[in-house]
């Protein structure tokens, strides 16, 4: 059994040569979100956007819940991968960023599909509950501050339907999961995420050593 490769550059740029299918729009927002401060560090890459949509598309999904927008950028691939009545339903503390997300979604055709709702995730979360109802979403894809991955977790998959996906990003955290020494709030609580969802058996389960890490959690 081969062991796991060292995605070096050079590979990195092999594996985007091949299999990456860009366009100018998706291109546009990724050099524009990257001159933004922290731009580089929380978008995410192009393979994991490519990615999320055919997750989306694997799923059949017609309904999104995205925790954690930023500039939009999984938000527009995600939609792109819905059918035209599908929704995407984002939520972002602001509308700052994604407000430089929603230029390209417009370009692109795709903003009839997204729902911004900006505020608390936690309180976001809790009024789609209220207002849709749990198992209302087929895939949901969480990317917002670390320290609440828990809370994000119980209440997306509280949310998704069984036989639905809930995608977690950054699982693997700069790989600081893996340092002893690394006892900040946001890696401690990735961990804990990580520990507990080995054990939990409401899903199936897969971390992708993909990106900063990306976990699969299928709901039973």
């Not at 999320?52 to 991968?81: D, F, K, N, P, Q």
């Not at 998959?157 to 955290?173: E, K």
């Amino acid at each position: 059994m081969a062991n796991q490769i060292v995605p070096t550059p050079e590979l990195l740029t092999y594996v985007r040569d091949v299999s990456l299918r860009d366009d100018d729009i998706l291109r546009g927002l990724r050099e524009e979100t990257a001159q933004l401060p922290g731009g580089t560090a929380f978008q995410v890459l192009a393979e994991e956007g490519q990615l999320l949509a055919l997750l989306v598309g694997l799923a059949g999904a017609r309904t999104v819940l995205e925790i954690g927008t930023y500039t939009g950028y999984s938000t527009l691939c995600m939609a792109r991968a819905l059918p035209a009545d599908g929704t995407v339903v984002t939520c972002d503390i602001t509308d700052r960023w994604p407000a430089v997300g929603a230029e390209y979604w417009k370009r692109d055709g795709s903003d009839a599909r997204i729902d911004l709702r900006v505020g608390e995730a936690a309180d976001t979360m809790d009024g789609l509950l209220a207002e849709r109802g749990p198992g209302s979403f087929d895939l949901a894809f969480i990317d917002a501050d670390k320290a609440n991955y828990g809370t994000y977790y119980e209440k997306a998959l509280a949310l998704t339907r069984p036989g639905g996906l809930v995608v977690i990003d950054n699982t693997l955290y700069f790989g600081r999961v893996v340092d002893p020494a690394d006892d900040d709030a946001d890696t401690t609580a990735i961990r804990e995420l990580n520990a507990f969802l080995s054990r939990d058996d409401r899903v199936d389960l897969s971390l992708l050593p993909m990106a900063d890490g990306i976990t699969l959690a299928r709901k039973r």
